[in-house]
C-alpha cells in the first residue's frame, strides 16, 4: 500500500516541548517539507535564537547553529559567506526579531544577505510570560499592558514586512497565516518560494507568519485560530509585499 502521507526526512523525530493549540510545529514541518522537496537537507543551516523555539535544533534533521538573542541575521550572514552554497535560514520570533533583533534584521535584508528568515508573529511575549511584544495589537491585554496596549503609552505595531520591503536589498517578502489549511498550504509555497530565491542566489527573503499562543493569550486553540484571522489579519494583511514575479 502506498503511503499517502509521512513525516518529512528533515523533521527529527522528536516530541516537540510547545503549548497544546501553538503552531509552532506546524511551521516546522512545512520547513521541513519545503527541505525535503528541494532536496537541500544536507546544505541546509539553520540558525536558531532565543524565543520559544530557543531548542528547535532538536527539531531539524539539518545542521543548526544557537544564535544570542535577536542575532540571528548576523550570525546567519556569517555563516552564508563563509558557505556561500549552503542554504541559510533563520527562525525568529517577534521580541527576538523585532525587539532586540531588530538592527540586525534591518541591516541583514539592507545588504541583501542571501539568506531566509522565517518570522513567527503571535502578538506577544510567549516563553517569558506573556508580555507585550511589537508586534501586540492596540488594545490587547499582556501581563505588561493589563489595560491594553495603548499607543500614548506604549506606541504602534511594528509592521515588519512592510518595513523591510523598502529595503533594496530585501527582494522576497510575504506575509501568511497558520489558522486554517487554506493558509498553511500558501504558508508551505511561500517558504519553499523564499528557499528558492536563495538557491537562485537573488538576495534577503522573509516569510512572516501569524501564529497562535492560546496558553498566553488566555483562550482554547479554536478561539486563538479565530482570533488570527479575526484580530491579526486585518492588522497584519497576507500577501506578497515584494518579488512575487521574481524569477528564479
Same mark, same amino acid.
Given at each position: 500500500?502506498?503511503?499517502?502521507?509521512?513525516?518529512?526526512?528533515?523533521?527529527?523525530?522528536?516530541?516537540?516541548?510547545?503549548?497544546?493549540?501553538?503552531?509552532?510545529?506546524?511551521?516546522?514541518?512545512?520547513?521541513?517539507?519545503?527541505?525535503?522537496?528541494?532536496?537541500?537537507?544536507?546544505?541546509?543551516?539553520?540558525?536558531?535564537?532565543?524565543?520559544?523555539?530557543?531548542?528547535?535544533?532538536?527539531?531539524?534533521?539539518?545542521?543548526?547553529?544557537?544564535?544570542?538573542?535577536?542575532?540571528?541575521?548576523?550570525?546567519?550572514?556569517?555563516?552564508?559567506?563563509?558557505?556561500?552554497?549552503?542554504?541559510?535560514?533563520?527562525?525568529? &520570533?517577534? &521580541?527576538?526579531?523585532? =525587539?532586540?533583533?531588530? =538592527?540586525? !534584521?534591518?541591516?541583514?535584508?539592507?545588504?541583501?544577505?542571501?539568506?531566509?528568515? !522565517?518570522?513567527?508573529?503571535?502578538?506577544?511575549?510567549?516563553?517569558?510570560?506573556?508580555? +507585550?511584544?511589537?508586534?501586540?495589537?492596540?488594545?490587547?491585554?499582556?501581563?505588561?499592558?493589563?489595560?491594553?496596549?495603548?499607543?500614548? !503609552?506604549?506606541?504602534?505595531?511594528?509592521?515588519?514586512?512592510?518595513?523591510?520591503?523598502?529595503?533594496?536589498?530585501?527582494?522576497?517578502?510575504?506575509?501568511?497565516?497558520?489558522?486554517?489549511?487554506?493558509?498553511?498550504?500558501?504558508?508551505?509555497?511561500?517558504?519553499?518560494?523564499?528557499?528558492?530565491?536563495? +538557491?537562485?542566489?537573488?538576495?534577503?527573503?522573509?516569510?512572516?507568519?501569524?501564529?497562535?499562543?492560546?496558553?498566553?493569550?488566555?483562550?482554547?486553540?479554536?478561539?486563538?485560530?479565530?482570533?488570527?484571522?479575526?484580530?491579526?489579519?486585518? !492588522?497584519?494583511?497576507?500577501?506578497?509585499?515584494?518579488?512575487?514575479?521574481?524569477?528564479?
Amino acid at each position: 500500500m502506498a503511503v499517502a502521507f509521512k513525516k518529512p526526512h528533515a523533521l527529527a523525530d522528536a516530541s516537540m516541548h510547545y503549548c497544546p493549540g501553538c503552531t509552532h510545529g506546524i511551521v516546522h514541518r512545512l520547513i521541513a517539507e519545503a527541505i525535503d522537496e528541494l532536496g537541500i537537507e544536507g546544505k541546509t543551516i539553520g540558525i536558531s535564537p532565543v524565543g520559544c523555539t530557543y531548542n528547535n535544533y532538536e527539531y531539524f534533521n539539518c545542521d543548526m547553529v544557537q544564535a544570542a538573542h535577536g542575532r540571528a541575521p548576523a550570525v546567519g550572514t556569517g555563516v552564508k559567506r563563509a558557505n556561500p552554497d549552503n542554504v541559510v535560514f533563520t527562525y525568529q &520570533g517577534d &521580541g527576538d526579531l523585532a =525587539a532586540i533583533g531588530t =538592527a540586525e !534584521i534591518i541591516h541583514a535584508a539592507a545588504r541583501g544577505e542571501n539568506i531566509t528568515t !522565517i518570522f513567527v508573529n503571535n502578538a506577544i511575549y510567549g516563553m517569558t510570560g506573556g508580555q +507585550m511584544a511589537p508586534t501586540t495589537l492596540l488594545d490587547q491585554v499582556t501581563t505588561t499592558s493589563p489595560y491594553g496596549r495603548k499607543p500614548d !503609552i506604549n506606541g504602534f505595531p511594528i509592521n515588519v514586512c512592510n518595513m523591510i520591503s523598502t529595503l533594496e536589498g530585501a527582494v522576497f517578502i510575504e506575509r501568511v497565516s497558520m489558522h486554517d489549511i487554506k493558509n498553511i498550504m500558501n504558508a508551505k509555497k511561500a517558504i519553499k518560494r523564499a528557499f528558492e530565491v536563495q +538557491m537562485a542566489k537573488k538576495g534577503f527573503s522573509i516569510v512572516e507568519v501569524l501564529s497562535s499562543c492560546p496558553t498566553n493569550w488566555g483562550m482554547s486553540p479554536v478561539e486563538a485560530l479565530k482570533w488570527i484571522n479575526d484580530k491579526m489579519v486585518p !492588522i497584519y494583511p497576507l500577501g506578497n509585499f515584494k518579488g512575487k514575479d521574481l524569477e528564479v
